[in-house]
């Protein structure tokens, strides 16, 4: 099956959406007060494709990143993972798509402090049943990816940021995953470094056909990325297509529908 | 490939080997923070077996002992371990607090909460173990140099080596139940961390 981009996003085949979120409003208490974080938003995401989402300090793309990624429960409205209702799973289910399906990368990296990076890499793959020694080779090819096969035992606090953030992005593909969620991926590294991890992120959706939705403020993502969602006061703003999506959507053929 | 979406109900694991080289590294690299950890039981443990070891020596000089001394100290004891066992709650608790990122990123790698609960048991068991050797060692010297510097050297032959060897075991036993017992609320705290938390810039 091949996914041609639609322009307009009123054809649904089902499958072709890797993420359906139907109008998710995610309310937080203050106190007594109702903060409303994300106030409706509707949002197909397709298959294979390179999403960002961009707004303001405040604008609720991290909220929006809890809702995809399954960390969090909207107060109102539904999120579809491969269309299944997320609401519908219970705390097993959420957590083996947690480890199965999503990938999650942060802007603070977040690897385990008391874990070397293989260690970090292997977690992931250890909790989906596999054996050390799969994991292992596994998670040295993986760490060579992103080229960090020189750092295998390094603990975290002996790489530096941008180090990091690969160990993360090689943790976060662990399991083969359908999707990465990043929330401000390159918000605590310098500008090189940030496109660095940008381009690998990009490199790895082409290659492996990995759908990559990124919450950023960082505007060196708009070159790379396939779709730019902009959101403010909790609400999708506009949403803007890159013309040159054909190249890349092309490659996701083979994708069991 | 499989189809996924969350349907796909297989279960996830943590073996137990990889739970320990987990728990056994976290106690090595927050070293200072074991520490606080451990004094509470190292404390208990020395006060438990320095009372022990005092009232074997007394017994073998042959020396009368009054029989309510003995609930007494009994009475002491318990309610030395007591306030240990609040102790390392309490340390535990501030441990769970600095570690909400890490409990959060562990999640959304898939961790069920037993597997939270099962590293941290692990962790306090490791940590109340060698705080309990550490305390034995430390209550058997302390009594015997106390008894040192007011007996003299005939302390020496009042000492059963096999009593003083008994009460390692007993430390064993009662530090690391206490070490695990105190944990069972800071474990729960731990595996409620929702996996959002692993976003959150401060506690
Ligand atoms: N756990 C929470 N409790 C209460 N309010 C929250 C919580 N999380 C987010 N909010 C509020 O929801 C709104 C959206 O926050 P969110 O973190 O999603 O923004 P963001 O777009 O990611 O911002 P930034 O770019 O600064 O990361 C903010 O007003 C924030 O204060
Ligand atoms: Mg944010």
Partial sequence: ?257 | MKKAGGRDVGRLQLPFRVAFHISMQSVRIRFWRSVITAAGTVLGIAFLVSVLTAMMIQQNSGAITDPSEKYRMTWLVIMSLLVCLVGITNAMLMSVTERYKEIGTMKCLGAYDIFIVELFFIESALVGFIASVIGWFLGVFAVVLIKLFSEGFKVFSWISPGEVFLYLIYSILIGTLLSVIATIIPAQVAARMPAAAALRVEV
């Fill in chain 1, 1 to 257: 099956m091949a996914v041609q981009p639609q322009t307009n996003q009123t054809v649904a085949t089902g499958t072709e959406y890797i993420v359906r979120c139907k109008d998710v409003v995610k309310e937080y208490m203050m106190g007594t007060q109702v903060v409303r974080a994300l106030n409706g938003v509707t949002l197909d995401i397709v298959r294979g494709e390179y999403l960002s989402i961009m707004g303001p300090s405040g604008s609720g793309k991290s909220t929006l990143f809890n809702m995809i990624g399954g960390l969090d429960k909207p107060t109102s409205g539904s999120v579809f993972i491969n269309d299944v209702d997320m609401a519908q799973l219970d705390a097993q289910e959420l957590a083996f798509l947690r480890c199965r399906t999503i990938g999650y990368i942060f802007q603070t990296f977040n690897l385990i402090p008391v874990m070397t990076a293989l260690e970090n890499v292997m977690l992931p793959m250890i909790f989906g049943g596999l054996s050390t020694d799969e994991a292992i080779d596994r998670g040295i090819e993986l760490l060579k990816l992103v080229g960090l096969g020189e750092r295998l035992h390094h603990k975290p606090s002996e790489l530096s940021g941008g180090q990091q953030q690969r160990v993360a992005i090689a943790r976060a593909l662990a399991n083969n995953p359908q999707i990465i969620l990043a929330d401000e991926p390159t918000g605590n590294l310098d500008l090189r470094t940030g496109k660095e991890i940008i381009e690998l992120l990009r490199q790895l959706n082409k290659e492996q056909g990995v759908t990559i939705i990124s919450a950023t403020h960082d505007l060196k993502m708009i070159d790379v990325s396939d779709r730019i969602v902009w959101i403010r006061d909790g609400r999708i703003d506009r949403v803007e297509e890159r013309s040159a999506i054909e190249v890349h959507v092309g490659e996701v053929e083979g994708t069991p529908g």
